[in-house]
């Protein structure tokens, strides 16, 4: 064998141990350590979102992301005042969730008010997985209790993350999670189903309509989304993209979240209410009289 040969074989050689060492890296890798590689490809920012009950906006939320070297902060919130002729419903729902490095539940503050508060339970993870619960509601004396919970638990609106950044959504495939379900107060395990796989126009920018008075869409982007198919708890539902943000999604069964920008889903949800609020009092007004 020449000296070229055998430099040629060498490479070969090497280039052979690399494809082995990759295949055997994808191949063995742990799912925690899918899951810090995961975490580093979560992008920061703020998703706003209008609430609609039918065609009519009864509400907004938003879900802010923040990373740092210690981990990852996740504050969602959910305000609802829906009002018609027969009833009306007034829901404020806040969560301050805090994430280890690798996407995992570490504590968490869970607040509900409006109608249906005022309540709030603050969670905190122990490296034993016992979750220590302290609940409050109303003017009673706080509750403390403890929740045996898997290690691998996650907060509901998290495990988007974890599936679209971690195991990557294919359409047919199932995943399975354990969650803390925070409006059972239980830990729960949960299959979800890519059920469909679709393009949506989602707006992220708005200005002013003069002639309405309303906030319309300035600009628009295309987002791949795939659609989660639950058994178990809805929290964890609707259509996300490839960041494993939620694009649209029903969590509480009568109320859908879609995603838009900011002007269309805060600033059109309190023009409209303050519209509402004035021909009620004008209503009044003239039924009084």
Known sequence: MTRRERVG???VFLWLVGIAALVRREAFVTEPEQLREAALLVVPGTAYYEVMHGDERVGWASSTIDTSSTGISVRDVLIVDATDTVASSRLAVRARVALTPGLRLRGFVFELGA???????TGKLDPDSLLTLITEAGKAHPDTER???????F???????????AAK????????????DPTTGTPEDITLTVGAESLFVVSDSARLDQEHGMWVSAHADTVRGWRLDPQGSTLVSGWIDERGRIIESTPLGSYT???TAYEMAFRNWT???KR???ATRAHHTTTTR
């Open 169 to 180: 959504p294919r359409m047919g495939r199932t995943y399975k999670y354990s969650i803390y």
């Open 271 to 273: 023009l409209e209410a």
């Open 115 to 121: 109608d249906h508060g005022p309540y709030k339970v």
């Open 9 to 11: 074989a060498a490479i």
């Open 276 to 278: 509402h609020a004035a």
């Open 257 to 259: 979240l879609r995603r």
């Open 155 to 165: 907060w509901p609106t998290t495990v988007p993350l974890a599936l679209a950044l």
């Open 147 to 153: 929740v045996a919970v898997s290690k691998s638990v």
